[in-house]
Structures are given as structure tokens and as C-alpha cells.
């Protein structure tokens, strides 16, 4: 649920600190559990999540919840969110990917992300998400595993695929299966409850 009586909130639903204000239908929030142990970061909204305000909607987001199901984990227990919270697109039609001036623009509302919720793990979905909490190029050497950064107030982080490569790269499944066990293993290790029901995309 949101707290909409955090001046911060109300202050991030009216942001317009980036050119991205421009064409949005509304600011896509961090949504979820203020209590969440963990944390998963994407990379933008696109045109279903900028309609809805919800993150992680339409196929990408059938995709993630079948990866919370994996894991065990529901979206009441997660807090989800993106590293710019409005849509990236410079006609309306197409999503594209964030600019680095915007993701620098969105970070300070990352910050306060993390800040109220206090996450012990943030799983980032994408190449950029990781890229841009880290500032770590090397999302390849990195993905599947625990990465430490030394930035004061960032907790842990599991670097994860785009769920959206799921989509087109079926060929992808067994790695990135392999990846979620390897998240679960340490899931477990921190006794984060769950409840995991391997949803058939995944067999
Ligand atoms: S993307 Fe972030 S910084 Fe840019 S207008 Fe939206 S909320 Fe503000």
C-alpha cells in the first residue's frame, strides 16, 4: 500500500524534474510492502504501466509474477519498483529506454525507496537497473549472484535478467532457472518466508 501521508510521495507524484514529465499519464510509484525484505527494481514503466500506475504489467508482468511464484514470493510481500518512476518514450507510441540524465534525475526517489522501506536485498531486473544502482558496467559477470556495493544505504543485490528476455529467448529458461535457485538458496539462508509453487513455464 502507498502512504500517501509521506510528504515525499506527494512530492514524487507531482515530480517534474526530468523531460519525462512531459508525455506521462501519471508517475508509477514503488508499490508493495512498506515492511519488505526485498526488494525488486526495474527498469521503466511502459504504456500499460503508465495507464495503470501499476508496475510490472501486460506480458513482462505475467512473466515477473511467475518468477515471485518461483521464488515463493507474492507482490504483497515485495516492494516493486523502477529506477525511473514515468515512461520513457518521445512519441507516445514506443517505450524506450531511459537516459542517463533521467535515471540520475529518478535516483533521489530510489534513494527514499530504500530509505522507508529498508530492504535487506534488492533484485535488479534488467541490465540498466543494475547498471544504474551500482554504476557496475559488468551486469554479465555479475548476474545470478550476491553483488556488494560499497555506496552507504544500498543494501545487497541480486542481479537479474530482464523478465521480458523470457518473452523471445525461451532458450534463456534454464539459466535464468538456475539464477532464481540460486536467489532461493539465499532467500532461504536470511529465512525470508515462502511459499514457492513452480508455475509451468518453469518446468
Ligand atoms: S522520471 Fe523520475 S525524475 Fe523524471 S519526472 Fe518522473 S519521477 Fe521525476
Known amino acids: ?52 500506475g501499476m508496475g510490472f504489467q501486460g506480458s513482462s508482468g505475467k512473466i515477473f509474477d511467475d518468477v515471485l511464484s518461483y521464488l515463493g514470493l507474492s507482490r504483497h510481500q515485495i ?51 543494475f547498471l544504474s544502482l551500482t554504476g557496475d558496467t559488468h551486469f554479465a559477470t555479475y548476474r545470478g549472484q550476491l553483488y556488494i556495493t560499497e555506496e552507504p544505504g ?10 521480458a528476455y523470457l518473452i523471445y529467448r525461451r532458450s534463456l529458461m534454464p539459466q535464468y532457472r538456475q539464477d532464481l535457485d540460486r536467489l532461493s538458496q539465499f532467500l532461504a539462508a536470511k529465512k525470508v518466508p515462502n511459499h514457492p509453487v513452480i508455475p509451468k513455464r518453469f518446468i
Not at 154 to 163: K, M, N, R, V
Open 79 to 129: 516492494w516493486l519498483n523502477n529506477v525511473v518512476r514515468c515512461r520513457p518514450t518521445d512519441t507516445g507510441r514506443k517505450n524506450r529506454a531511459p537516459h542517463p540524465e533521467e535515471i540520475a534525475a529518478c535516483r533521489p526517489w530510489m534513494l527514499e525507496d530504500i530509505k522507508w522501506v529498508k530492504p535487506e536485498i534488492i533484485v535488479t531486473l534488467g541490465r540498466m537497473a
Open 1 to 52: 500500500m502507498i502512504d500517501e501521508s509521506v510528504s515525499w510521495i506527494e512530492e514524487m507524484t507531482t515530480c517534474r524534474r526530468c523531460g519525462l514529465a512531459d508525455l506521462r499519464t501519471q508517475v508509477v510509484v514503488g508499490r508493495g510492502n512498506q515492511g519488505a525484505r526485498v526488494m525488486f527494481t526495474g527498469e521503466a514503466p511502459g504504456k500499460e504501466e503508465d495507464r495503470t
Open 154 to 163: 544500498i543494501p545487497e543485490i541480486f542481479p537479474l535478467a530482464h523478465p
